[in-house]
C-alpha cells in the first residue's frame, strides 16, 4: 500500500506547499491554500493507467521533421452555430481542448447540448452533473438533433475514456470538469489535484486521438475559473460564458485561444426552447421606447471585433443618508467613482450628495472604455432632469481631468451608429484625425472636455 501523503494546494493556482501559508507566494491570493491528501494506487496501476492499453497501442511519438508536418490536414469541424465557430476562430479544431467556463445556471449545458444536438457526427455527452432522463428533457426543450448524440451519466475518468475509446466519437463533452474523479488520485472531485489529473488525461486523449473535447467548467465565487490558472495552460481555449441571470442576454467570450484571436465574442439570448443566436445585437440593446425620458444615453461600443450600441440608463436622486449610494449593473464600480469625482472637481456637480444607480440594458458587462462619455451624459441628464434626444449617441473615454480622450476604432462605431439611424454622435476630438467626416451619414460633434459637452448638450435646454 502506497503511503498517503498530504499537502496544501492552492485553488487558484494550484501552487503546492507542505504546510499552510496564508498569502500563495505564487498568484499572490490570500487564504486560498486547501489541505489535500494524496493517496497513489500502487506502482503498477500508476505504470498502466486504465486506458493503457490504447495508449500502448496507438501512441508512438517519433520526432518528426518540421517540414513534413501537414497543418490542416484535419478539417475544423464547423458547427451551425455562427456565433461559437467565430469564437473558435473559425470550427472546432480536431484534437483541441476547449474549457468553457461561467457561473451556475448561466447555460452552458444548454448551450453545449444545443451544439451536440446541432452537429452533423457522434457526440458523446459525458454528464457527471445530471441523470439521463434530466438530459432528456433538456434536449426535448432545445428540438430534434442533427447528428447521432450519445449520453454517459459517469464520473470516473477511465470508464469515460475506456467508452471514449470504444466507441470513436467526433466530440466529446464533458460536463463538468469539477465532478470528475480520476482512479489514480483519492482526492475530492473538484480539487485542485483531481481537476489538473482529470484534465491532463483528458487532454492526451484529445491529443492521440485527435477528437476535440469541450470541458465544463464552473466559476468560483469571485468570478474566476476555479483552478483557474492551473486548467488554463493545459487546455487550448477558453471561453467565459457570461451574463446576468435576470436577463436573457448571454456573451461567450475567447479568453485564450491557441487557434485564433481573442478578440471574438458570441451573443445569445436565452429563450424557452433553447439559446438563440443574436446576429444584431445593437438593435435589441436599445430601448423600445420611443419617448425620451431623462438620465439614458446610447453608447457606441466595440465589444471583440463587434460594434454595438447599448444603452445605459442613469439615476441620481438626493441621498437620503449620509453616504451616499452607487450601484452599477454591467459596470465597473470603481469607475464610476471615479468618473461622478470628475463630475463634482471639474464640472462642480454635488455629486457627492446624491445616490447614484446606473444599469445597462440587456444586463451586459461592458469593458469598453468608450462607454464614460454615454455614462456622464446619462448622469447629467437624470441630474438636471433634462432628457438627450434619442437620435444622439457617444463613444469616448473620460480622463481624470475631465478631458474626452481619442478612442480606438472610431469608424466602425460612426457606421454602426449611422447604419441604426442615428442623426449625431459625440465623440473626442482627438479620434477624428484623419478622417473626413462627410463621408458619414452622421453629424459628427466633436468634444475636448466635459463642460464643452455639457453645454452643447444641455445649456441650450
Ligand atoms: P444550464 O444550461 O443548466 O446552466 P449551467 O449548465 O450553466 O449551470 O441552464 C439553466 C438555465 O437556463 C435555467 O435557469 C433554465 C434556463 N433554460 C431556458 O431558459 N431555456 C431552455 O431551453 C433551457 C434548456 C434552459
Ligand atoms: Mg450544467
Redesign the pocket.
Known amino acids: 500500500m502506497a503511503k498517503a501523503k498530504k499537502t496544501f494546494v492552492c485553488s487558484q493556482c494550484g501552487a503546492t506547499s507542505l504546510k499552510w501559508i496564508g498569502k500563495c507566494p505564487a498568484c499572490e491570493a490570500w487564504n486560498t491554500y486547501q489541505e489535500e491528501i494524496l493517496v497513489r494506487e500502487s506502482a503498477a496501476a500508476r505504470a498502466t493507467p486504465a486506458w493503457g492499453a490504447f495508449q500502448e497501442r496507438d501512441y508512438k511519438g517519433q520526432p518528426v521533421p518540421l517540414e513534413q508536418i501537414k497543418a490542416g490536414a484535419r478539417q475544423r469541424i464547423v458547427t451551425s452555430d455562427e456565433e461559437l465557430n467565430s469564437v473558435l476562430g473559425g470550427g472546432i479544431v480536431p484534437g483541441s481542448l476547449v474549457l468553457i467556463g461561467?457561473?451556475?445556471?448561466?447555460?452552458?449545458?444548454?448551450?453545449?447540448?444545443?451544439v451536440a444536438m446541432a452537429l452533423d457526427a457522434r457526440v458523446l455527452y459525458v454528464s457527471g452533473?445530471?441523470s439521463e432522463e434530466q438530459l432528456k428533457m433538456?434536449a426535448e426543450?432545445?428540438g430534434q438533433p442533427v447528428g447521432e448524440v450519445w449520453v454517459l451519466a459517469e464520473v470516473n475518468t477511465a470508464r469515460i475514456l475506456q467508452h471514449a475509446q470504444k466507441m470513436c466519437p467526433d466530440v466529446l463533452i464533458i460536463?463538468?470538469i469539477q465532478t470528475l474523479i480520476s482512479p489514480q488520485l483519492d482526492a475530492a472531485p473538484g480539487t485542485v489535484s483531481q481537476v489538473r489529473e482529470c484534465a491532463s488525461e483528458l487532454q492526451r486523449y484529445a491529443k492521440q486521438t485527435h477528437t476535440p473535447i469541450f470541458l465544463?467548467g464552473?466559476i468560483t465565487k469571485e468570478g474566476a475559473l476555479a483552478g483557474p490558472k492551473l486548467l488554463e495552460h493545459i487546455v487550448d481555449v477558453v471561453l467565459q460564458?457570461e451574463g446576468d441571470?435576470h436577463y436573457?442576454y448571454r456573451i461567450l467570450r475567447t479568453l485564450k485561444n491557441r487557434f485564433g484571436s481573442t478578440d471574438e465574442l458570441g451573443i445569445y439570448e436565452?429563450?424557452?426552447?433553447?439559446?438563440r443566436q443574436v446576429t444584431n445585437p445593437s438593435e435589441l440593446l436599445l430601448s423600445q421606447s420611443d419617448e425620451a425620458l431623462s438620465g439614458s444615453a446610447v453608447a457606441a461600443t466595440i465589444e471583440g471585433l463587434r460594434p454595438m450600441l447599448i444603452e445605459t440608463q442613469a439615476l441620481v436622486s438626493k441621498a437620503i443618508y449620509g453616504t451616499p449610494q452607487r450601484t452599477a449593473t454591467g459596470f465597473d464600480l470603481r469607475r464610476l467613482a471615479m468618473l461622478l469625482a470628475v463630475l463634482e472637481k471639474r464640472c462642480g456637480f454635488p455629486m457627492s450628495m446624491h445616490d447614484v444607480f446606473l444599469n445597462m440594458a440587456g444586463g451586459i458587462r461592458v469593458d469598453d472604455p468608450a462607454i464614460d462619455l454615454a455614462i456622464v451624459s446619462a448622469i447629467i441628464s437624470s441630474f438636471r432632469d433634462v432628457a438627450i434626444a434619442p437620435d444622439i449617441c457617444f463613444a469616448g473615454e473620460v480622463g481624470l481631468s475631465g478631458e474626452i480622450r481619442a478612442v480606438t476604432r472610431i469608424e466602425p462605431r460612426i457606421q454602426e451608429a449611422a447604419r441604426l439611424g442615428f442623426k449625431k454622435i459625440f465623440t473626442s476630438k482627438y479620434s477624428l484625425k484623419g478622417l473626413d467626416p462627410t463621408l458619414f451619414q452622421i453629424a459628427i460633434e466633436p468634444v475636448s472636455r466635459i463642460d464643452e459637452l455639457y453645454d452643447k448638450l444641455f445649456a441650450l435646454s
Open positions: 461561467g457561473q451556475p445556471g448561466i447555460g452552458k449545458s444548454t448551450l453545449m447540448l444545443q452533473e445530471e433538456r426543450r432545445i460536463d463538468s465544463i464552473h460564458f441571470q436573457v436565452m429563450r424557452h426552447s433553447g439559446l
